[in-house]
């Protein structure tokens, strides 16, 4: 009876560290080596006043203004994300994330991931509407919003 005692009290313990923990570990993919630190050192997640964020509809491909632009900070569950987007001749030609989730190991593996490829496509794409990242999907979702709000006000 002992014996049996034990064993519900040791299943029921692993049953609740599953469920606490199970959203931390959902569908992530390996950083593949990448150690990039597109933030240039200023990854923080927290609010840095320009947190207008913006519901609307993202810009898409077009002409912008040339210029920097920073975007609202977006909630990403773990952090916030934020970026400064530089236009030339009327195109990005780059992406800065200012804040991206960075407080746990976690976030930081799976960010150095996600940051370069988010980038790239966006570039590539000349909008917001980019693929989200397996495994980053908060992440891919704020970065959207806020690229978003920041190639509205390069419109």
């Known amino acids: 009876m002992k014996k049996l005692a034990v064993s519900a009290v040791i299943i029921g313990v692993f049953i609740i560290y599953a469920l606490a923990h199970a959203r931390a570990s959902v569908g992530f993919i390996p950083s593949q080596g990448s150690s990039n630190d597109p933030s240039s050192g200023s990854g923080s ?5 320009s947190s207008t964020q913006t ?3 993202p810009a898409t491909t077009g002409s912008f203004k040339d210029g920097s ?3 609202g900070a977006a909630d990403a ?6 970026v400064k987007i530089s236009i030339q001749n009327g195109r990005l030609t780059n992406v800065q994330f200012l804040q991206y989730p960075n407080h746990r190991d ?3 593996e799976i ?3 996600a940051m370069p ?3 790239s496509e966006a570039i590539q794409a000349q909008s917001s509407q980019v693929d989200i990242i397996s495994g980053a999907t908060d992440t891919s979702e704020a970065f959207m919003q806020s690229l978003g709000d920041a190639l509205s006000q390069a419109s």
């Open 106 to 108: 976690r976030s930081v």
């Open 117 to 119: 490829q988010l980038t």
């Open 77 to 82: 569950q773990w952090g916030n994300v934020q």
């Open 55 to 57: 519901g609307g509809t």
């Open 111 to 113: 960010n150095d991931y």
């Open 69 to 71: 632009y920073t975007g």
């Open 45 to 49: 997640s927290s609010d840095s006043g």
